[in-house]
């Protein structure tokens, strides 16, 4: 994974040392449940899930520059929602924010770049993002950042006991998208 730089972020690889990070955000009750997954219990489970992100080698640590401290996690996965047009390249973005910087624009400026990343370093044709039909504040920022809704789906998620969802499905073409 490539280390990217916003104005205000560093996108990077994850390290076994931001676990205290992570599980400062991923113990609360208003960030997994909206990603699909239960809070974490402990230190030692963020750590664990830590070295899944550098396994799997598709997910960023979101670093605010100024504290110089993870404060979120962004992934360009290979999911392809619409099983119709498997035959293009394409990635599907996913992430979650420390609430204590919710509102700053954080999010929508770590996916407008990998939008960027994604069709110009990437070369994909299509960029997928979702949200379960509670999670407003991505509606928000899927909309923000420029993504058309495509479809929905009934759901079941597997991390948070198989609850039923609607995941309504967004995407952005390299052709819809404007530099």
């Not at 974490?40 to 899930?49: N, Q």
């Not at 401290?69 to 392809?80: A, C, Q, T, Y």
């Not at 069709?119 to 993504?147: P, Q």
Request: glycine share 6%.
């Amino acid at each position: 994974m490539e280390r990217l730089l916003t104005e205000r972020l560093i996108l990077r690889r994850w390290k076994e040392t931001d676990s205290k990070d992570l599980y400062e955000y991923a113990k609360s009750g208003l960030v997994g449940p909206n990603a699909g997954w239960s809070p974490h219990k402990s230190e030692d489970e963020s750590k664990e899930i830590i070295k899944m992100f550098i396994k799997n080698n598709d997910t960023y640590a979101i670093v605010l520059k100024s504290e110089n401290k993870v404060i979120g996690g962004i992934g360009l996965h290979d999911r392809k929602p619409d099983i119709n047009i498997t035959q293009l390249k394409q990635k599907e973005i996913g992430y979650v924010l420390n609430p204590k910087y919710w509102g700053k624009g954080i999010i929508p400026e770590a996916v407008e770049y990998l939008i960027k990343y994604g069709f110009n370093k990437l070369k994909l044709d299509l960029i997928w993002c979702g949200h379960f039909d509670f999670n407003k504040n991505s509606k928000r920022v899927i909309e923000k950042c420029g993504f058309k809704y495509r479809f929905r789906k009934n759901e079941k998620l597997k991390f948070l006991d198989n609850k039923k969802v609607i995941t309504f499905y967004y995407s952005i073409l390299k052709s819809e998208y404007v530099i």
